[in-house]
Structures are given as C-alpha cells and as structure tokens.
C-alpha cells in the first residue's frame, strides 16, 4: 500500500551546470502530472511524463526541474549585410552633418543585431544528465509513500479489527434474533387463540419473519468483503479505487444489519462499526 502523498529531490553540479529536480505528491482522483521545466526542454517533457506515470497510479505530481548554467556555451553569429548598413549609414550621417572622423568598432557595436549570440543546447547532453538524476529523485519520492502508506495500512488494520469484532457479535446474536421472532410469534398466536394453535399457519408465519429480518446472509457477505479488503490491502498494484468500492459494499450490508435488528448491542455495534469504515475512508482518501 502506497501513500499519494511523497516528496523526492536530487542535485547534480559540474563544471558547466547545476541541476535541481524537486518532485511532490498529493491526494487527487486521478493521476494528473505537473511538469515545470526550461521552455528549452520541453521535447524531454513526454519521456519524463511516462517515467513518473510509469510508478504512480494516481495522484497530483509536480515536478520542478531547474537548471543554471555556470559556464555558457555561446555561437556569435556576424550579421555582415547589417554592419555594412550601419557603417554606409554612419558614413552618410557624418558627411551631412560636416563631421569629420573615422568611424570605428566602438561606434557599430553600440547598435543591436550585428553580432547575435545563441546558446549551444545540447538536447542528448542535458538528458544524459537528467534522466539518472530523476530516477534518484523518483525513488526517494516512492520511498516515502511506501514509508507513510505502512503507516495508513496500520491504522486501516486497527479499523479492520474492529469490523471483524463486529461480525463476530452479529454472528452470535443472529441466532438470538431468530429464537426471538419465533417465541414473539407463538405468544401472539396464544395471546389471539389460546391454546387452539394451527401449527402450520405458526411455521409459515416465522419462515415470513425470519426471512425479512434473518442477517445471516449479510454477514456471510460482509465477512467476504471484509477478506477481500485485507487481500487487496496486501497486494502491491494501487488499490485505493477499489477498497473505496469494497467500504461501500461493507456499508451496505451493516446499514442492512442494523435496520433489522432489535437487539440492542447489535445496534450499537453497527454505530461503532459504521464510525470505524469512517475512520478508513478516511485513510483511503490518500491511498494510490
């Protein structure tokens, strides 16, 4: 069991560059990557895209990638059609104005476009870089889901106890609730016919009632979702979708437990059990 909440974050520096990778994770319904880059990497943004949803299931991750360049890597490129420009128009400017002096580098350079300077980037060399800093970084975030969702499975397991404690009591009061509807319906044949009793109409009228009002086919389904709970809890895919699914089930069959019965501490069972799928729920809202 994997917690959506994790943080992550691995550092590389050289001679030429430093690199920061920061990843977190919330809670969210769905899996939804946030990817803040250089807009000069974004051809990188799918690989890096497909490597986090490669180990998540669902929930909202950023990643931050930030880089800083400590030694530039420049092209100067010459714009000689524009120095020509410049230097007639120079030329002009000085003849009509009766100015007289040579025109120099210092006059040509104070005017823009004549010498460009463009970054060498290097698409290979920024990912050779990258993708082995964020497979420490995801790890490190997947090491503290792990971490936290140990932590969510112990609490979910306590809850758990509590619901089998449950179904334990429901399991031994069902028979009660069942001797009770029958003794309930011969004291009312009696009370209305007095000894003249028609055993046959008796039966019928208790196999009526301990249909309506038998649990025992909710508690042989609900101890099957509690099973199949703890199973899904042990298994390593993320499963945060169906245990939600499986609560709703084991909250359908203890709301239909508790409108049947009429005994007392079944009634106050159901309260404790409904407050313990509560207390999971709860827990699930963060589980992958």
Not at 234 to 241: M, N, Q, R, T, V
Request: proline content about 1%.
């Amino acid at each position: 069991m994997k917690s959506m909440t994790g943080f992550g974050s691995a550092e590389y520096q050289d001679e030429k560059i430093h690199i920061m990778l920061e990843i977190k994770s919330y809670n969210n319904r769905y899996l939804d990557i946030i990817v803040n880059q250089p807009v000069f990497l974004n051809a990188l943004e799918p690989e890096i895209r497909k490597f986090i949803s490669d180990r998540a299931g669902r929930g909202r991750v950023e990643l931050y990638l930030r880089i800083r360049e400590l030694e530039e890597d420049l092209v100067l490129h010459l714009d000689r059609s524009a120095a020509t420009a410049y230097a007639e128009s120079l030329r002009q400017l000085s003849e009509a104005a009766g100015i007289k002096g040579e025109i120099g580098l210092s006059h040509l350079l104070s005017f823009e476009g004549i010498l460009k300077a463009e970054k060498k980037r290097d698409l290979d060399r920024y990912r050779e870089k990258i993708m082995p800093l964020l497979d420490e970084c995801v790890k490190q975030w997947d090491e503290s889901r792990v971490k936290e969702g140990v932590e969510t499975a112990a609490d979910i397991e306590s809850n758990l106890q509590t619901l089998y404690g449950a179904v334990e009591l429901f399991r031994e009061r069902s028979s009660e609730m069942e001797e009770n509807i029958k003794t309930n319906i011969r004291t009312k044949f009696n009370d209305v016919l007095g000894n003249v009793i028609d055993e046959q109409r008796v039966l019928a009228e208790t196999a009526v009632l301990l249909v309506k009002y038998s649990i025992n086919e909710e508690i042989v389904r609900l101890t099957g979702h509690l099973d199949s709970f703890r199973e899904t809890t042990a298994a390593d895919f993320p499963a945060g979708k169906k245990l939600d699914f499986i609560c709703q089930e084991i909250n359908r069959e203890v709301n239909t437990i508790g409108s049947k019965s009429f005994i007392m501490e079944v009634n106050q069972k159901v309260v404790e059990v409904k407050d313990s799928l509560e207390n999971i729920r709860e827990q699930l809202r963060n589980v992958e």
